[in-house]
Every structure is written in structure tokens, then in C-alpha cells.
T-cell receptor, first 115, second 112 residues
Framework: DAEITQSPRHKITETGRQVTLACHQT?????MFWYRQDLGHGLRLIHY???????NKGEVSDGYSVSRSNTEDLPLTLESAASSQTSVYFC??????????????FGPGTRLTVL | GDSVTQMEGPVTLSEEAFLTINCTYT??????LFWYVQYPGEGLQLLLK?????DKGSNKGFEATYRKETTSFHLEKGSVQVSDSAVYFC???????????FGKGTMLLVSP
């Protein structure tokens, strides 16, 4: 079965360190997204990609970067982790040919703690 | 810009009670509307969707009708179960775009 996976599921790091969160999907979807979930804010879009070599900034992109070198993966990098980036991060994908381009499928999430 | 407003939670109900979670939206075009559900410790799952005015989305006993005149997409279920306890998110996607705008989520707690 097709799926979307995230790793690690839990991560503790220190302020100032670079952190990369992995996202891998086997849906063959064109579109991939990164969100953060915080109490009182719901889900907020960090970055997204409509295809290989395409990346776009979302609502809360400061301090984060992404790159898309293949269809399956969209890693999220925190260049210099800050305590304000403690959150749960979700990856999602959408857009397989023939399906609704707006229906997103979500990974299980990564809980990141920055000390 | 686009926005989604949901009722604040938590919503606390007894099993077999009727559920309504209100959702209203602001969008520039003709958006598609969605309800996602998040069970404890998991990612979000699509519950139902509607892509044009007066469409009714339905799944697992849940329903929501796209009301363009009131810019609303309220979620309803006639008889909730303990297993429905989760966080529910209303979301929209503007026509021609793949990004979603989410509401803040509403936690539902159902007791036996």
C-alpha cells in the first residue's frame, strides 16, 4: 500500500543545532507540504513543493528550508534550531494524476523539542 | 487572505448525542472545503469534502453541506460514539491551488 512516512518520530536537540526531518511518500504525488502544529494555532504551512526542483514558502517559513531532488522526498531543515521551533511537524502530499489535486494525505508526524 | 474559523473546544458529549461543529470561511474564489480528523498520536485523515456550493460531503455517519450564502461548512453527526473522540479540523483550498488553509481545530470528547 502507498504511504507517507516521517523520521524520526521524536527528536530532542539543542538550540543552534541544524536538524533535518525526513518525509518520504510512495503515492507518486507531485505535491508535498510541511506543516507545524501548535496548540491554539492549528496547522500552519511552512514550505511546499509542486514538483522536483520546485519549492515555495508558506506562512511560517523563517528559519526553515526544503529541497526537492526527487518525487518521493521533501526533507525539512532547521538551519539553527530555536526553542520557538519546538512543535509537532507534519508532512503531507497530494496530486497523483487522476485524483483530486486538493486532497492531502498526511504522515504520522515528528515531535521536535529544542532545548 | 483566506481564513477558516471553527468553534472553540473542547466539545464534550455523551455517547449517542447529536454533534455539530461550526465552521465558517473567507476566501476570494470558489474554494473546496474539507473536514480532517486527528486521532490521538496520529496524523490527520480526510473525513469528508465538498467541492462546490450545495454539495454534501459524508463519511462514517458525519455530514457537512457547503453553504455559499452563509460561507459555512458545519460538521454534524446524529449519534456520536466514544471512538469519535478526536480533534476535527475544517480546511479550505482555493480553486486551482493545492495548498490548504486550516482552522485551529476543535477537540471532541465523547464519554460513555
Amino acid at each position: 500500500d502507498a504511504e507517507i512516512t516521517q523520521s524520526p518520530r521524536h527528536k530532542i536537540t539543542e538550540t543552534g543545532r541544524q536538524v533535518t526531518l525526513a518525509c518520504h511518500q510512495t503515492w507518486n504525488h507531485n505535491n508535498m507540504f510541511w506543516y507545524r502544529q501548535d496548540l491554539g494555532h492549528g496547522l500552519r504551512l511552512i514550505h511546499y513543493s509542486y514538483g522536483v526542483q520546485d519549492t515555495n514558502k508558506g506562512e511560517v517559513s523563517d528559519g526553515y528550508s526544503v529541497s526537492r531532488s526527487n518525487t518521493e522526498d521533501l526533507p525539512l531543515t532547521l538551519e539553527s534550531a530555536a526553542s520557538s521551533q519546538t512543535s509537532v511537524y507534519f508532512c503531507a502530499s497530494s496530486g497523483r494524476t487522476g485524483e483530486s489535486y486538493n486532497e492531502q494525505f498526511f504522515g504520522p508526524g515528528t515531535r521536535l523539542t529544542v532545548l | 487572505g483566506d481564513s477558516v474559523t471553527q468553534m472553540e473546544g473542547p466539545v464534550t458529549l455523551s455517547e449517542e448525542a447529536f454533534l455539530t461543529i461550526n465552521c465558517t470561511y473567507t476566501a476570494t474564489g470558489y474554494p473546496s472545503l474539507f473536514w480532517y480528523v486527528q486521532y490521538p498520536g496520529e496524523g490527520l485523515q480526510l473525513l469528508l469534502k465538498a467541492t462546490k456550493a450545495d454539495d454534501k460531503g459524508s463519511n462514517k455517519g458525519f455530514e457537512a453541506t457547503y453553504r455559499k450564502e452563509t460561507t459555512s461548512f458545519h460538521l454534524e453527526k446524529g449519534s456520536v460514539q466514544v471512538s469519535d473522540s478526536a480533534v476535527y479540523f475544517c480546511a479550505l483550498s482555493d480553486q486551482g491551488y493545492s495548498t490548504l488553509t486550516f482552522g485551529k481545530g476543535t477537540m471532541l470528547l465523547v464519554s460513555p
